[in-house]
């Protein structure tokens, strides 16, 4: 390899390095408790068992949020509680009735709602893990972006490192002009074995687009869709969590 060569190399990879400590040091500064009012919705659809009777379900659920230095506020339409209520006292007379909604607010939890209006804290956890694969020009919804490609390292338990045998996982980041994220997507495939005789495969991908909101970055849309199959059942479910800022 000659000098000249070499040279062009290191420099490549500090080129990257920089991209990803900028984009770090950006989300680092981006940690406001700024007050922020907002609605949220949370769409879900799951399909579950084998292929001959398959269980499907939807459901849909939102809330009124405010977040600031008081922290947290969640609030909910009275309608929308009556309607678990009643789906709770049907499965009390039958076990197999559906509860989407009482579903849906499960997946419409505190935490869920915090990560969205604090969407600098998720990447950075990310980002901890990431390792800069490429660095080049792009746009996004036909506006000019600056696309990172990364490789995911996810750190597992000791007990997942039982039974999972392959995992590759990686990432996408759009930035605009400001170096701040536009949008982001991640992908995790994997492999493995329960109890020695269950295999079973596991595919996920995540969608993300962000705004800003005074001095916080908030995701306005979150897409989670995974699926799956092991011992002989395969399953399918999407949800999309959607923010309206105020």
Known sequence: MTLRLLSLLLLGTLLRADALGDLRDALARLDSQSPVKASVEYQFWSRQGDDKQPIVTEGRAAATVEDGPQGLRMSWAPDLLKAAAREAQAQATDPEAKAATRQALEGLRALTVRDALHGSEALLRTLDQAQLVEAREDTWQGRPARLLRLKISPRLSRQDRKYVKEMEASAQVWLGADGLPLAAETQVHLKGRAFLVISFEQQEREAFQFAR??????????????????????????????????
Not at 220 to 242: A, D, F, I, L, N
């Open 213 to 246: 909101s005074g001095g916080r970055l908030v995701v306005v849309q979150h897409t989670k869709e995974s699926s799956g199959s092991g011992g002989g059942e395969r399953g399918q479910r999407k949800s999309v969590v959607t923010l309206h800022l105020a």
